[in-house]
């Protein structure tokens, strides 16, 4: 069984992700947090705005989850120290490992449905 399956135990029809000894004791939906990490990952740092681009995903949600994010150590935030003053996401060593297996659940799902 891959390092993958072994980490993540991945639920497909409901669509949830736990995260066994990463993120103790929380589910996240295998979507929007997926998604953003993802994004993440193909970019060095994003702004909300970029996000928003990448996902499609509206400002309130976006916002939202960089937060879940931040708090449990995926992500970290800075700022533009000139004006306009942006907002650009990166991540964190854990939340590119973390990214990284989501992404390969994410190709091995896309094999097996084609």
Not at 10 to 18: G, S
Request: proline share 3%; aromatic share 8%; with cysteine.
């Amino acid at each position: 069984m891959s390092i993958v399956f072994t980490t993540l135990l991945l639920v497909y029809r409901y669509t949830y992700i736990i995260w066994c000894g990463i993120v103790p004791k929380r589910k996240i939906l295998f979507g929007e947090e997926a998604r953003i990490l993802v994004a993440l990952l193909k970019h060095d740092r994003l702004d909300i705005t970029s996000i928003i681009r990448e996902t499609g995903y509206s400002r309130q949600a976006v916002t939202n989850n960089v937060e879940l994010l931040i708090k449990h150590g995926l992500a970290k935030d800075e700022y533009e120290k000139q004006p306009p003053g942006r907002r650009f996401i990166y991540l964190t060593d854990k939340g590119k490992k973390i990214a990284q297996l989501i992404k390969q659940v994410l190709e091995l799902l896309e094999e097996t449905t084609t």
